[in-house]
């Protein structure tokens, strides 16, 4: 049989990353993309191929394809890893920021999935994973674009499993919890206004931003998520969503047992809110 040709997202580190040398391993052929593909450069393999791309620009999305599609003449897997998280209440946000929050999180993915889709549409076959996030679920202050922006992501999720069912393409999302990763020092963005001395939002910053942060680096191992693509990728029968990790697993359990408002509560409680 022919080796799976998979196209990853956002894979310069983190999840993206692991992803990468995990697929490897087991004899995929890989082709992963950064805005900075420089940070690829260090993965040395004959079934691996860096890809610089704006996921900002459907035009730059095309491209790649048109490079996988011309070197493989398929896709069999697109795993949709791209995206950061801004630190930011509602009042103090930009413009720009907010755009640019739904532009890498959400748009970005659903420009992949419009470039990728024709080709497992025609070839009947194809898996799509999109890594979300447990914050896709429940909400947390500060974060609060990074929540919309996953919810989004998880109806997205939603919606193309009916849209590709009949052409045999699984969709599946992936909701992690905290990882130790890049994530907290490379991928989150904070506002300037949310962090100065004098934020009406000053107290929730030093009381939240800490307690985040030290979760994220104290996390889970990012191969966790890498093997669990793996899993989704080879059992045709997954689950439409999986959570990943301790934190995504107990929040959400809670999540669906509790009223909503007991759910605040407790939230509220474990934060110190």
């Known amino acids: 049989m022919s080796q799976k040709v998979v196209f990853i997202t956002g894979a310069s580190s983190g999840m993206g990353r692991a992803t990468v040398k995990y697929l490897l391993a087991q004899g995929f ?64 946000f930009t413009e720009e920021e907010m755009q640019e929050q739904f532009n890498v999180n959400l748009f970005g993915l659903l420009r992949v999935c419009k470039a990728v889709i024709p080709h497992m549409r025609e070839q009947k076959s194809g898996v799509i994973i999109n890594i979300s996030s447990f914050l896709g679920k429940i909400g947390l202050p500060l974060l609060t674009l ?13 919606s193309l499993r009916y849209e590709l069912k009949d052409y045999n393409i699984r969709v599946h999302s992936i909701l992690p919890g905290f990882f130790d990763t890049q994530f907290a020092r490379d991928n989150l963005k904070t506002n300037a206004k949310t962090f100065s ?8 910053v030093e009381n939240l931003a800490p307690q985040i942060v030290e979760q994220i680096n104290g ?40 009223s909503d408002e007991d759910f605040e509560r407790r939230v509220r409680e474990y934060y110190r809110l």
């Open 29 to 92: 052929l890989v082709y992963a993309s950064s805005r900075d593909s420089s940070k690829l450069l260090d993965i040395e393999d004959e079934n691996f191929t860096p890809l610089c791309v704006d996921l900002g620009s459907q035009a730059s999305i095309d491209a790649a394809l048109e490079r996988i599609i011309q070197q493989e003449n398929k896709i069999d897997i697109l795993v949709n890893n791209a995206g950061y998280g801004l630190v930011s209440s509602v009042e103090e």
């Open 146 to 158: 990074y929540n919309a922006s996953k919810y989004a992501v998880e109806g997205v999720t939603d």
């Open 197 to 204: 001395e004098t934020s009406p939002y000053k107290e929730l």
């Open 219 to 258: 996390g889970n191992d990012a191969n966790e998520v890498a093997a669990l693509i793996h899993k989704i990728i080879e059992s045709e029968n997954f689950p439409a969503r999986v959570t990943a990790g301790q934190k995504a697993e107990k929040f959400l359990a809670m999540r669906k047992e509790l």
